[in-house]
């Protein structure tokens, strides 16, 4: 599967993003996909997973208040909106996918052998 990344940009302190990411392939509705992103000079870390069950799982609890993941199967697209941003969410968010990946490993970024080109989310104070 091939994936797509869209929405980053360059937004104030409290505003809302939508990030995209499409998917080619035929059996998009077979793969679990999930959102990493890494900021300059730092690991690419976990953000948020869905799976083909629509389950969801979030990093830390607050992310969960301010980032929500979601699937529209019809459209090979995932979601990630984020509300309120702040600087500190500055990064290049990646989405990636896998039909292999097992619940113990969800958050590794080792799981996922598809993965998007990314799109830059930077927040200004």
């Known amino acids: 599967v091939q994936l797509q990344a869209s929405g980053g940009g360059l937004v104030q302190a409290g505003d809302s993003l939508r990030l995209s990411c499409t998917a080619s392939?035929?059996?998009?509705?077979?793969?679990?996909l999930a959102w990493f992103r890494q900021a300059p000079g730092k690991e690419r870390e976990f953000v948020a997973v869905i799976r083909p069950s629509r389950h969801t799982l979030y990093y830390t609890d607050s992310m969960k208040e301010r980032f929500t993941i979601s699937r529209d199967n019809a459209k090979s697209t995932i979601y990630l909106q984020i509300n309120n941003l702040k600087p500190e969410d500055t990064a290049a968010y990646y989405c990636?996918?896998?039909?292999?990946?097992?619940?113990?490993?969800?958050?590794?970024?080792?799981?996922?052998?598809?993965w998007g080109q990314g799109t830059q989310v930077t927040v200004s104070s």
């Open positions: 392939g035929r059996t998009f509705n077979t793969y679990t």
């Open positions: 990636s996918a896998s039909n292999t990946v097992i619940s113990s490993t969800l958050r590794y970024r080792t799981a996922y052998p598809n």
